[in-house]
């Protein structure tokens, strides 16, 4: 089945203590990207990766790391969490990285709180 | 700037017909999607414009004015599984990138 997932599902931490969202995608896509979406202010990208080792900043990667060094993998990486950090996080990926129709898909989210 | 614009929620009929509307002002245009999202779950495709004009699928249907910078979802015969978020995303620059409208929370009522 192709899908993407994404581990933890739920996560409970304290501010400063380091943690890893993982994501993974079985359909050898290229595009990989984490978003994060907060109430009234719908998705809003983190970081993405257009091939492995190859990444850039979204809108708002302040806070955050990632990495791709395989193709099914992109990992976010949350060095020092902090409160303003609480949100659901979405991992995706897609196909192509020119023009079509190449309609991204979503893993199932994340949803962090930092205390 | 980049800017899209959606009502924030919309209450229908079950059987009903409903458009939701978006408007965006954004720095280039590569296409424009609608997604589905309900309550703690992941968004969903729905559709996808780059040409003007209606697009069919079911009892979805989406339309796009570039030169208005309008859209729109049409949804018929409304279920009420079709309660949920419906998001529009412009896409833009070389990479393609994603700029994400805050989304439509669809009430349907019986």
Redesign the interface.
């Known amino acids: 089945e192709a899908q993407v997932t994404q581990n933890p599902r739920y996560l409970i931490t304290v501010t400063g203590k380091k943690l890893t969202v993982t994501c993974s995608q079985n359909m050898n896509h290229e595009y990989m990207s984490w978003y994060r979406q907060d109430p ?6 983190i970081y ?1 990766s ?1 091939n492995v080792e190859v990444t ?1 900043k ?1 809108d708002v990667p302040e806070g955050y790391k990632v990495s791709r060094k395989e193709k099914r993998n992109f990992p976010l990486i949350l060095e020092s969490p902090s409160p303003n950090q609480t949100s659901l996080y ?1 991992c995706a990926s897609r196909n192509g ?3 079509g ?9 994340t949803r962090l709180t930092v205390t | 700037g980049q800017n ?1 614009d959606q009502p ?1 929620e919309m209450t229908a009929t079950e059987g009903a017909i409903v458009q939701i509307n978006c408007t965006y002002q954004t720095s280039g245009f ?2 424009l ?1 609608w997604y589905q999202q309900h309550a ?6 729905l559709s ?1 414009n ?1 040409l003007d004009g209606l697009e069919e699928k079911g009892r979805f249907s989406s339309f796009l004015s570039r030169s208005k910078g309008y859209s729109y979802l049409l949804l018929k015969e409304l279920q009420m599984k079709d309660s949920a978020s419906y ?1 529009c ?1 412009v896409r833009v620059g070389s ?4 700029i ?4 439509t929370k669809l009430i349907i009522k019986p």
């Open positions: 009234g202010l719908g998705l809003r990208q993405y257009m850039d979204g979405f990285g020119g023009a129709s190449y309609e991204q898909y979503f893993g199932p989210g | 899209i924030t590569n296409g999607f703690g779950e992941a968004p969903t495709f996808y780059v998001l995303a990479n393609y990138q994603l994400w409208g805050a989304g």
